[in-house]
């Protein structure tokens, strides 16, 4: 399809592991982010992974990438109150000038 | 604070005003973005800068008109709009627009326009 794919909502305990799954569109795409919308806020890159990666690490981010299935996941560990916020997953095709987003995962974090 | 500002950061106006959207960048990037978040949709990319040059509009309704005077700068100006224009307007800029390399873009915090 031409939309990334994400769900819409996920609730989690603090100190538990969230993961975000995400599926995009194009298997050529060579940069896959995450950002991070807090509220009233504009979009802040987390982290990102190239697409000859299949796993990369940065504190308590895990991007994990399954090129053949297209898809893409976010794991936080320990997830806190304050990672409560919209995540978007988006993609970097090797067309066009700018980056296809998801519609978001609203996280919520309860204590 | 990303080097992205927008101004201004709320707007209310009625169908039948002009306004305009303002959007600085304090990068040296030389491309920029008018992004439209709207609820329970993906970001929908309406117009692409690059080098103050006009690269991609995706299919916009012309009662919207971006203006690039430089490279820093980046407007949307806004008449006779429709209540479904209603939406977080988002700016970005990054390095450039070269395809299949890493771009980050950055963006300012949005302006939420509300057209009654």
């Known amino acids: 399809g031409e939309d990334v794919e994400q769900s819409l909502f996920l609730s989690v305990r603090e100190g538990d592991s969230s993961v975000i799954n995400c599926t995009y569109t194009?298997?050529?795409?060579?940069?896959l982010y995450w950002y991070k919308q807090e509220p009233g806020a504009g979009l802040q890159l987390l982290t990102y992974i190239f697409s000859n990666m299949d796993m990369k690490q940065d504190q308590r981010l895990t991007v994990l990438l399954n090129k053949k299935d297209k898809h893409l996941s976010l794991r936080i560990a320990d997830t806190q109150t304050g990672d409560s916020a919209i995540y978007f997953c988006a993609e970097r095709r090797n067309s066009g000038y700018a980056l296809n987003f998801g519609k978001g995962t609203s996280l919520l974090v309860t204590p | 604070e990303t080097g992205v500002t927008q101004t201004p950061r709320h707007l209310v106006m009625g169908m039948t005003n002009k306004k305009s959207l303002k959007c600085e960048q304090h990068?040296?990037?030389?491309?920029m973005y008018w992004y439209k978040q709207s609820a329970k949709k993906p970001l929908e990319l309406m117009f692409v800068?690059?080098?103050?040059?006009?690269?991609e509009n995706n299919s916009v309704p012309s009662r919207f008109s971006p203006e690039c005077p430089n490279s820093s700068h980046l407007f949307l100006h806004l008449h006779t709009l429709q209540p479904e224009d209603s939406a977080l307007y988002l700016c970005?800029?990054?390095?450039?627009?070269?395809?299949?390399?890493?771009?980050?873009?950055?963006f300012g915090p949005g302006t939420r326009l509300t057209v009654l």
């Open positions: 800068y690059s080098l103050e040059e006009r690269v």
């Open positions: 970005a800029s990054s390095q450039d627009v070269t395809a299949g390399v890493y771009n980050e873009q950055f």
């Open positions: 194009d298997s050529s795409s060579t940069y």
């Open positions: 990068l040296g990037h030389n491309a």
